[in-house]
């Protein structure tokens, strides 16, 4: 299985506040965002999170081993202190630090090709021919806008998104207005 999340915030203090999340403290925070993940993901399935996920490079390294799956990790604003490519592959072997601000997935089980970004677009790569936009960083829902989504840790009730989950909402909604040309 396939699942896409953002914004955990690892290590954040402040965030509970913020957002108003539903958590005592930092450490109660962690513990059932990993729960949460880990009651859902299978060691075998793939998790795409969309930016913003640990405060520091020692949060990631505590928290990322605990998670199950394969992980990706698309940057958010927030992932500068932590994002290091060389130190995590070497020492967080099951977690992928995109480097690219944008992943476009192709062939994810019988959908169009997805494109990953930590912020919201109004037109992404092949907005006009039927691909799907998922995006963190808003921390609340907005206006659907063709074929995008958001993914965001607290629009979904602190838990990730299936692909399953993506594919029922993506049908219910109408083609972009992104067409390329004059009007």
């Known amino acids: 299985m396939i699942y896409f999340s953002s914004d955990f915030h690892c290590g954040h203090k402040n965030i509970i506040r913020i957002d108003g999340r539903p958590f005592e403290d930092l450490r109660d925070m962690e513990d059932k965002l990993i729960a949460r993940w880990n009651t859902r993901v299978k060691p075998n399935d793939t998790v795409y999170h969309l930016g913003d996920f640990a405060w520091t490079f020692n949060t990631a390294l505590r928290v990322i081993p605990k998670l199950n799956g394969h992980l990706v990790f698309i940057k958010g604003n927030h992932d ?14 099951q977690a992928n630090l995109c480097n690219d601000s944008i992943h476009i997935l192709h062939n994810a089980e019988d959908c169009p090709s997805i494109v990953l970004c930590h912020y919201p677009m109004r037109s992404w790569p092949g907005s006009a021919r039927g691909s799907w936009h998922l995006y963190g960083h808003t921390h609340r829902k907005l206006s659907d806008y063709g074929k995008s989504m958001c993914v965001c840790l607290n629009v979904w009730d602190y838990n990730l998104v299936s692909l399953d989950t993506v594919r029922e909402h993506m049908n219910n909604l109408p083609e972009t207005e992104d067409r390329h040309g004059p009007i």
């Open 80 to 93: 500068k202190s932590w994002w290091k490519p060389e130190r995590v592959a070497k020492e967080i072997p």
